[in-house]
Every structure is written in C-alpha cells, then in structure tokens.
C-alpha cells in the first residue's frame, strides 16, 4: 500500500504536468498496474494504524 503523499505526487504528475502512466511508473519505481489502479480509484479514505 502507498502512502497519501506518494499518492498526492502521483496524482499530480499524472494531472498537472501530463506525464504518462510509463513515465510515473519510472520516476516512483512502482508499477504501472499500481500507478493505474490508484489514479482511476478516485479518492480514497485514509487508514489509521490500529494498536
């Protein structure tokens, strides 16, 4: 599972500086399955660590 801030970054070079699915992929060195699945999930609720 990625954290909010991979997700926030991801999602950003996905939107604001139109980098392709591949090329995120690359630079974060996660997969492009993952990359997908997380910017077509939309938003997502936070998860807290339980004790």
Known sequence: ????????II???????????REIARRTGLSRNTITKHLAGGTIEPKFATP
């Open 1 to 8: 599972m990625i954290h909010m801030g991979l997700l926030n």
């Open 11 to 21: 999602r950003r070079m996905h939107l604001r500086q139109k980098l392709s699915v």
